[in-house]
């Protein structure tokens, strides 16, 4: 977002900034965040007049379900007022776009896996997402294996049958 350089100060949401004549702000850790509600928006700099700044997502949005084709706004007003105190303002609108776990990899212990009776472990690693994920699906040879994640993090997984397993055979 530009300021002119005739700009005396510009308002991002609650945060008023002073600024000298070449459109310049001092920014420290002591005014640079904004909490927003939705996420916090941190000023990173205002220099000739120019706005830098990051957005963090504080936690999972309430959006129509849609698995990740919804998003939201986040409306952040901003004014800038000049030297004779006329004022101008406009949003700062940043799309939050919901999304899905991706990223699935699994990775066996072994580097070569034999056609033999003997049992292969691995890790499953996956990116939850903002929303996070409480509960999967792993098919192994056509047979479906349903997980659940406690509060603590961990997992159980059922068979078909609704028995607890760690094996996926």
């Known amino acids: 977002c530009p300021a002119s350089t005739n700009a005396s100060s510009v308002t ?6 002073s600024l ?35 957005y963090t997502l504080k936690g999972a949005q309430n959006q129509e379900s849609g698995h990740g084709n919804n998003t ?3 409306k952040i007003a901003i004014s800038v007022t000049d030297q004779t105190h006329d004022t101008t303002t406009a949003t700062l609108k ?19 896996v034999a056609d033999t009776d003997s049992m292969v472990s691995g890790k499953l690693t996956f990116a939850e997402g903002a929303d996070g994920v409480s509960s999967m699906k792993v098919t192994v040879e056509g047979q479906t294996f349903t997980g659940t994640k406690a509060s603590n993090g961990t997992w159980t997984f059922k068979d078909s049958s609704n028995n607890a397993t760690t094996n996926f055979t």
């Not at 991002?12 to 900034?17: L, N, Q, R, V």
């Not at 940043?94 to 990899?105: F, G, L, R």
């Open 12 to 17: 991002i949401g609650s945060k008023t900034y």
């Open 20 to 54: 000298n004549s070449s459109g310049n702000a001092i920014i420290d850790d002591t005014n640079n965040t904004i909490d927003t509600g939705e996420g916090k928006l941190v000023i990173n700099s205002i220099s000739n007049g120019v706005i830098s700044y990051t």
């Open 72 to 74: 939201s706004t986040d």
């Open 94 to 112: 940043i799309t939050i776009v919901d999304d899905v776990p991706k990223d699935v990899v699994v990775t066996p212990d072994h580097s070569m």
